[in-house]
């Protein structure tokens, strides 16, 4: 079956970077393209960055474009958010995603950024 496996959140001060993994499992990840979601309390899940099946693409939200950057390992059928710079409103459940069929999802890292 269709896994999504996210880990690397953490408290992180204003400024601070974090790495975050996903890893996929139960379909041909190197044929689909991933997403990154993102939920704040009381808010709606948003789009954070997407990357194209072989990586050659990418796509990311105009708040965090130049500090957060998307990328993916077919060999390890994993893809990664790199993201500097962060700052308190980047607080979140991390999510990632892929549509199989239908959108499939991971339990989600959350990622706290407070000093």
């Known amino acids: 079956q269709v896994q999504l496996v996210e880990s690397g959140g953490g408290l992180v001060q204003p400024g601070g970077s974090l790495r975050l993994s996903c890893a996929a499992s139960?379909?041909?990840?190197?044929?689909?393209?991933m997403k990154w979601y993102r939920q704040a309390p009381g808010k709606e899940r948003e789009l954070v960055a997407g990357?194209?099946?072989?990586?050659?693409?990418?796509d990311y939200a105009d708040s965090v474009k130049g500090r957060f950057t998307i990328s993916r390992d077919n060999a390890k059928n994993t893809v990664y958010l790199q993201m500097n710079s962060l700052k308190p409103e980047d607080t979140a459940v991390y999510y990632c995603?892929?549509?199989?069929?239908?959108?499939?999802w991971g339990q989600g890292t959350q990622v706290t950024v407070s000093s």
């Open positions: 139960g379909f041909m990840f190197s044929t689909y393209a």
């Open positions: 995603n892929a549509r199989v069929l239908y959108d499939r």
């Open positions: 990357i194209s099946s072989g990586g050659g693409s990418t």
